[in-house]
């Protein structure tokens, strides 16, 4: 038989033990419990029972444990368990039933008392005793002749007149019943199907109590046991422990996070098994996760979006893995990032991360700049609008450049946001609506920008300065108009993300880090002294890392695991197939070269391919003509979009009078053929242009695939 021990299930509680240090306190009057409330309430169900992902994962688990012990027995039944059973067990289990048969009915317990009185002087008890046992042997061979006798008449009426299988299955019985007599009394029959681990069993409120004194925190020792209150069971939460404990007054919740190794120590688990954290309640609330498996080692479930390959920048997207495996949003829509590392950790893989969901959604336009210069990044230029690698003078240029245009797009945008009406944006910022209307050019623009220090601490002042500027504008106005930035670096600190950029950041992320500084710098100011701590992680949690995101509380998350540069890879040719299809391929991705002037104005080129020869055009017959030239590019303009487009251009629309229409149809919006030469779109200022002035607002164009990247620059911001 198996003797596996049964696995702890994940509904196992530890309710007897959640009052063991709690101090003795009267029961409160019903009325004084009411007018105290009564605190949080516990959930109903276990937490595996009410998260898909968790129940999912928990009878997966259970599945695949049970099919891979059926199967490692499976194998040994006929070639192990059944030769053991027949030679070996059966035998030894038949002399056993023998023995102690034969001792039962000669009376072998009362042979000790016989002995002992023939070596006595009493002789008559001697003769007493030996008389009774002959009195009881006599009786018990006629039970047993009694017995055997039907038992012998059954064995030979079946021998004749039962059917075969009837005949083997008593016999096989009979076998099976002496093999079990027969087995080995002082090991397992049958050997457990897993190795048994050397984790620990299961978590206990003394356990951790008996830790948490060991670790030699001043008012936490031995003697204040019973300070330590346990708010709520030690229980299974997921494939690990939790713990909520309110520690002794005046002992803080972070000076046990800075004892992690040793609290690892105490409680015999892996240091990556342990992760302790500041509670909600006050800074004495101390949280404690304990998994079972490293969370460096343990497996991580499938990405959802490596199936699909599809997301939406303005809705969640499941981005990293918290301790239990569940996996954690991340909606990167009005959002700005920074990204802190010690090297080696796993900094760049995480922004690479990002990048790739911002190009899963294919209105996104995608600038990635690797200042390191070794191509960690180089996936991205699949179809990256804007790609830049490396730190020399004339990559520097050509990235400021870039980032110029980023900025005239900033505003642009915000001109473009305050020419539509109420009814189109009701919020004043780039929706996920707008996004998708490409005659506005509102598609969402995502940068990332790994070793961000080469930028902000660049050693020419006036380079070091125009990057600050630029950065802390996109950072500041640019999420509320679509422009999403986020910038990772190896040296977290006031010079590598400069103050005013990393206080406007919603979205950090700090992997292991060396001190306080750097951690307050990623994570926010204090954060190290409200337990909040990088630190903590070792140099084995790759990819382990805090996550801060739009005000919510910190979280322990782990990146996804595997997508290393050959995945990225993969990944990034399905996005530039999906954008080909949808023609959203632009930029660096088909061909363009990096400019450092403005797009080429197109659009009122081909307004007058579809004129023609005709002086004046109403904008319901130009916006049908477009239509029918570019299909991709203008199938889904309308009139009132295309007169904004060319009032933007500084073309002039108004009513006017169309030769050869009827009376009725003659006058309407439209253009002249003259109003259609105007400049060419020039650069803005550093001054914002006034609400009236239209001439330097650069019209949406669009490149598809198959048409040449005539006036696509990489890096310009339309």
Same mark, same amino acid.
């Given at each position: 038989?198996?003797?596996?021990?049964?696995?702890?299930?994940?509904?196992?509680?530890?309710?007897?033990?959640?009052?063991?240090?709690?101090?003795?306190?009267?029961?409160?009057?019903?009325?004084?419990?009411?007018?105290?409330?009564?605190?949080?309430?516990?959930?109903?169900?276990?937490?595996?029972?009410?998260?898909?992902?968790?129940?999912?994962?928990?009878?997966?688990?259970?599945?695949?444990?049970?099919?891979? !012990?059926?199967?490692?027995?499976?194998?040994?039944?006929?070639?192990? $368990?059944?030769?053991?059973?027949?030679?070996?067990?059966?035998?030894?289990?038949?002399?056993?039933?023998?023995?102690?048969?034969?001792?039962?009915?000669?009376?072998? *317990?009362?042979?000790?008392?016989?002995?002992?009185?023939?070596?006595?002087?009493?002789?008559?008890?001697?003769?007493?005793?030996?008389?009774?046992?002959?009195?009881?042997?006599?009786?018990?061979?006629?039970?047993?002749?009694?017995?055997?006798?039907?038992?012998?008449?059954?064995?030979?009426?079946?021998?004749?007149?039962?059917?075969?299988? *009837?005949?083997?299955?008593?016999?096989?019985?009979?076998?099976?019943?002496?093999?079990?007599?027969?087995?080995?009394?002082?090991?397992?029959?049958?050997? @457990?199907?897993?190795?048994?681990?050397?984790?620990?069993?299961?978590?206990?409120?003394?356990?951790?109590?008996?830790?948490?004194?060991?670790?030699?925190?001043?008012?936490?020792?031995?003697?204040?046991?019973?300070?330590?209150?346990?708010?709520?069971?030690?229980?299974?939460?997921?494939?690990?422990?939790?713990?909520?404990?309110?520690?002794? @007054?005046?002992?803080?919740?972070?000076?046990?996070?800075?004892?992690?190794?040793?609290?690892?120590?105490?409680?015999?688990?892996?240091?990556?098994?342990?992760?302790?954290?500041?509670?909600?309640?006050?800074?004495?609330?101390?949280?404690?996760?304990?998994?079972?498996?490293?969370?460096?080692?343990? #497996?991580?479930?499938?990405? @959802?979006? !490596?199936?699909?390959? &599809?997301?939406?920048?303005?809705?969640?997207?499941?981005?990293?893995?918290?301790?239990?495996?569940?996996?954690?949003?991340?909606?990167?829509?009005?959002?700005?990032?920074?990204? =802190?590392?010690?090297?080696?950790?796993? #900094?760049?893989?995480?922004?690479?991360?990002?990048?790739?969901?911002?190009?899963?959604?294919?209105?996104?336009?995608? $600038?990635?700049?690797?200042?390191?210069?070794?191509?960690?990044?180089?996936? %991205?230029?699949?179809?990256?609008?804007?790609?830049?690698?490396?730190?020399?003078?004339? *990559?520097?240029?050509? +990235?400021?450049?870039?980032?110029?245009?980023?900025?005239?797009?900033?505003?642009?945008?915000?001109?473009?946001?305050?020419?539509?009406?109420?009814?189109?944006?009701?919020?004043?910022?780039?929706?996920? +609506?707008?996004?998708?209307?490409?005659?506005?050019?509102?598609?969402?623009?995502?940068?990332?920008?790994?070793?961000?220090?080469?930028?902000?601490?660049?050693?020419?002042?006036?380079?070091?300065?125009?990057?600050?500027?630029?950065?802390?504008? /996109?950072?500041?106005?640019?999420?509320?108009?679509?422009?999403?930035?986020?910038?990772?670096?190896?040296?977290?600190?006031?010079?590598?993300?400069?103050?005013?950029?990393?206080?406007?950041? %919603?979205?950090?992320?700090?992997?292991?880090?060396?001190?306080?500084?750097?951690?307050? +710098?990623?994570?926010?100011?204090? &954060?190290?002294? +409200?337990?909040?701590?990088?630190?903590?992680?070792?140099?084995?949690?790759?990819?382990?890392?805090?996550?801060?995101?739009?005000?919510?509380?910190?979280?322990?998350?782990?990146?996804?695991?595997?997508?290393?540069?050959?995945?990225?890879?993969?990944?990034?040719?399905?996005?530039?197939?999906?954008?080909?299809?949808?023609?959203?391929?632009?930029?660096?991705?088909?061909?363009?070269?990096?400019?450092?002037?403005?797009?080429?104005?197109?659009?009122?080129?081909?307004?007058?391919?579809?004129?023609?020869?005709?002086?004046?055009?109403?904008?319901?017959?130009?916006?049908?003509?477009?239509?029918?030239?570019?299909?991709?590019?203008?199938?889904?303009?309308?009139? !009132?979009?295309?007169?904004?487009?060319?009032?933007?251009?500084?073309?002039?629309?108004?009513?006017?009078?169309?030769?050869? #229409?009827?009376?009725?149809?003659?006058?309407?919006?439209?253009?002249?053929?003259?109003?259609?030469?105007?400049?060419?779109?020039?650069?803005? =200022?550093?001054?914002?242009?006034?609400?009236?002035?239209?001439?330097?607002?650069?019209? /949406?164009?669009?490149?598809?695939?198959?048409?040449?990247?005539?006036?696509?620059?990489?890096?310009? =911001?339309?």
């Amino acid at each position: 038989m198996d003797t596996d021990k049964p696995d702890d299930t994940a509904t196992e509680q530890t309710s007897s033990v959640a009052t063991l240090r709690r101090p003795a306190q009267p029961e409160p009057e019903p009325a004084v419990r009411e007018k105290r409330g009564g605190g949080e309430l516990r959930p109903l169900l276990p937490s595996w029972l009410t998260n898909r992902q968790d129940f999912t994962t928990t009878v997966k688990g259970v599945a695949h444990r049970a099919a891979h !012990r059926s199967a490692w027995h499976g194998i040994r039944i006929p070639f192990v $368990y059944i030769p053991k059973l027949v030679v070996i067990w059966a035998p030894i289990g038949a002399v056993r039933v023998g023995k102690k048969l034969w001792h039962i009915i000669g009376d072998g *317990e009362a042979s000790a008392l016989c002995r002992d009185a023939a070596t006595g002087a009493d002789k008559s008890l001697w003769l007493h005793l030996r008389r009774e046992r002959n009195e009881r042997r006599i009786g018990r061979a006629k039970i047993a002749a009694i017995l055997a006798a039907p038992l012998l008449i059954t064995v030979l009426v079946g021998w004749f007149l039962l059917p075969n299988w *009837e005949w083997w299955l008593a016999v096989s019985l009979t076998v099976l019943a002496c093999g079990y007599a027969g087995r080995p009394l002082d090991k397992p029959a049958i050997p @457990p199907a897993t190795i048994p681990s050397a984790t620990p069993g299961p978590l206990r409120a003394p356990v951790i109590i008996g830790a948490l004194t060991s670790l030699g925190i001043s008012r936490m020792g031995e003697r204040d046991t019973d300070q330590i209150k346990l708010l709520c069971d030690v229980s299974r939460d997921g494939p690990g422990y939790r713990a909520d404990l309110e520690l002794p @007054p005046g002992v803080p919740a972070s000076a046990v996070i800075d004892k992690r190794s040793e609290l690892s120590a105490a409680l015999r688990r892996e240091l990556g098994c342990v992760w302790p954290e500041v509670g909600k309640r006050h800074e004495g609330h101390l949280v404690m996760y304990v998994a079972d498996q490293n969370m460096n080692t343990t #497996k991580q479930a499938g990405w @959802p979006l !490596r199936k699909t390959c &599809s997301a939406n920048i303005f809705k969640p997207a499941p981005a990293f893995t918290d301790q239990r495996g569940r996996w954690v949003d991340l909606t990167l829509a009005y959002t700005s990032g920074v990204i =802190g590392a010690v090297p080696r950790i796993g #900094k760049t893989f995480t922004l690479r991360e990002l990048l790739l969901i911002a190009g899963m959604d294919a209105r996104t336009k995608v $600038y990635a700049f690797d200042l390191k210069g070794t191509g960690d990044l180089s996936p %991205i230029a699949l179809f990256a609008h804007a790609y830049g690698v490396g730190d020399e003078p004339d *990559e520097i240029d050509e +990235q400021l450049a870039v980032m110029r245009g980023l900025r005239e797009e900033l505003r642009r945008r915000a001109k473009v946001i305050r020419g539509l009406t109420h009814e189109e944006c009701p919020e004043n910022k780039v929706t996920d +609506q707008l996004a998708s209307r490409r005659e506005l050019g509102l598609e969402p623009i995502f940068v990332g920008v790994d070793e961000c220090q080469i930028w902000f601490d660049h050693e020419d002042k006036a380079i070091k300065n125009e990057f600050i500027a630029i950065c802390t504008d /996109l950072v500041k106005r640019g999420p509320a108009l679509g422009i999403m930035c986020y910038f990772a670096t190896q040296k977290p600190d006031a010079k590598s993300i400069p103050t005013a950029i990393a206080d406007n950041a %919603i979205v950090r992320i700090c992997l292991k880090v060396s001190g306080q500084v750097g951690n307050d +710098q990623v994570l926010g100011t204090s &954060s190290y002294k +409200q337990g909040i701590r990088a630190t903590m992680f070792s140099f084995d949690d790759k990819g382990i890392a805090y996550l801060r995101s739009d005000g919510a509380d910190a979280k322990i998350v782990r990146s996804v695991v595997g997508l290393d540069a050959v995945a990225s890879e993969k990944l990034a040719n399905r996005i530039r197939a999906a954008r080909q299809q949808a023609h959203r391929l632009t930029g660096h991705a088909i061909g363009g070269k990096m400019d450092h002037e403005a797009d080429q104005v197109v659009l009122l080129d081909d307004v007058r391919q579809v004129m023609g020869l005709a002086d004046t055009m109403h904008l319901v017959d130009i916006a049908t003509g477009l239509a029918a030239l570019r299909p991709p590019l203008y199938g889904t303009l309308d009139p !009132r979009s295309l007169g904004a487009q060319l009032r933007a251009a500084g073309v002039r629309v108004e009513t006017v009078y169309v030769a050869g #229409k009827s009376r009725d149809d003659a006058p309407g919006k439209g253009v002249r053929r003259e109003w259609l030469d105007v400049s060419t779109t020039a650069l803005m =200022g550093d001054e914002e242009p006034s609400e009236d002035d239209v001439s330097n607002v650069r019209p /949406l164009r669009r490149v598809t695939d198959d048409e040449e990247p005539t006036g696509t620059v990489r890096g310009s =911001g339309s």
